[in-house]
């Protein structure tokens, strides 16, 4: 059984791939210091899938620790690297943190890959590194943009440190994926996103304004040049999503790659607009969302979406999720953290 090492997992995004790697056969071993989520993830992993990852807790920043980690696991197959600080206001606030954090932590990873001859990464990276993009629907071909924010920029330059080793190293494989906007909760609710505080992000903002934690949903804007006045993004299913990593993993494994750094854009394709994901919720849960509409907020751009032919025909993978069903698992999954079924 192939062992994947998945850092971050568990997190958001790690805790939903970490069950379709277990699903498809393989063997995880998570890695995470649970700054930003809780060691519930892995009961939540262990009740859907019958099986408990293997899970060790330090900061990937800690190279000796990392060090220690590889010589205790000497058969890790590939790695999956989500370990990242990702909030885009905190890190205008302090960005050397989200410097140090996400850099380091890469940084990290491949000298430990160079040492200890783990041929395979695939790297969280984010639909961010191309800002506003001057032609819809965006191709990985599209030009990336200065970041608008330090952790948008520690995405680009994570990149290009991973195509840089690579091209330096042939030993290593990359593929860097491009999320759009994930969003959900597994269907069964035992794992799902968790936000500390405020919710950032749409979608969590939601679930709790209908929850009852907050009073009302503000909708930041409404006079931009779209189908309604609001933004548009790309909400990509989050198990959708982690089924892209289990199909990336393969290629890198089975040599299916084209060359030694490839990258996919992971959205639908279609873009939806504020108000079309508010309308979706509602007849997704029969919840009416008291929600208002205020100014822009700061640092916001106005469509963007995924071409997603690339992934599609070249990785092999396609979002199958519809947004209503999206939806309903988000608010499942509320549901069930606040005790309210
Ligand atoms: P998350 O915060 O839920 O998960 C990240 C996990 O990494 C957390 O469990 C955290 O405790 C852990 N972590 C952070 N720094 C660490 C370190 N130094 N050492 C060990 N563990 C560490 O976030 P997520 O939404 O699951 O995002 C996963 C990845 O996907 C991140 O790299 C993020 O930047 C990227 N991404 C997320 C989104 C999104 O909207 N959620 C969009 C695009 C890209
Ligand atoms: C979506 C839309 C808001 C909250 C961020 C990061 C990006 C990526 C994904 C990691 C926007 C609107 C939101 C609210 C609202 N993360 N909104 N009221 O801004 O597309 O992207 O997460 O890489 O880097 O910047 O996602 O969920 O914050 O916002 O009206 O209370 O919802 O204005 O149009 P965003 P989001």
């Not at 277990?22 to 890695?31: D, L, M, P, Q, R």
């Not at 698992?329 to 953290?337: H, I, P, Q, Y």
Request: glycine share 8%; charged share 20%; aromatic share 8%.
């Amino acid at each position: 059984m192939k062992q994947i090492l998945v850092t971050g997992g568990a997190g958001y995004i790690g805790s939903h791939t970490a069950v379709e790697l277990i699903n498809a056969g393989y063997e995880v071993v998570i890695v995470d210091n649970l700054s930003n989520s809780s060691i519930d993830s892995l009961d939540g992993i262990e009740k859907i899938t019958g099986i408990r990852p293997a899970f060790e807790q330090f900061d990937l920043v800690d190279k000796d620790k990392l060090e220690n980690f590889f010589t205790k696991y000497p058969n890790i197959a590939a790695i999956i690297h989500f370990a990242a600080s990702k909030a885009v206001g905190e890190s205008v606030e302090i960005p050397l943190m989200y410097y140090k954090n996400n850099l380091v932590s890469l940084i990290n990873l491949l000298e430990c890959q160079l040492k200890f001859g783990i041929s395979n990464i695939v790297f969280s990276s984010s639909c961010t590194v191309y800002g506003q993009p001057d032609q819809l629907p965006v191709t990985e071909n599209t030009p990336r943009k200065d970041a608008e924010s330090p952790y948008g920029n520690t995405k680009r330059v994570n990149e290009d440190i991973l195509k840089d080793t690579i091209a330096a190293n042939p030993a290593i494989k990359g593929i860097a994926l491009r999320y759009f906007n994930p969003v959900g909760a597994h269907p069964s609710a035992l794992i799902g996103e968790l936000p500390l505080g405020v919710p950032a992000n749409l979608v969590p903002f939601i679930t709790q304004t209908a929850a009852g934690l907050r009073s009302e949903l503000k909708v930041f804007g409404n006079d931009y040049d779209t189908i309604d006045g609001s933004a548009v993004r790309d909400y990509i299913n989050v198990v959708d999503l982690a089924k892209a990593h289990v199909v990336a993993v393969e290629r890198l494994l089975e040599n299916k790659n084209k060359s030694g750094y490839e990258i996919f854009n992971l959205g639908t394709g279609n873009g939806v607009s504020v108000l079309e994901a508010v309308q979706a919720f509602e007849k997704a849960s029969g919840v009416k969302l008291n929600y208002k509409i205020v100014g822009r907020r700061a640092g916001d751009i106005e469509k963007i979406w995924a071409d997603t032919t690339f992934a599609n025909e070249e990785l092999g993978w396609k979002a199958e999720t519809g947004l209503e069903e999206t939806m309903l698992s988000a608010w499942l999954w509320e549901k069930r953290v606040r005790g309210m079924e």
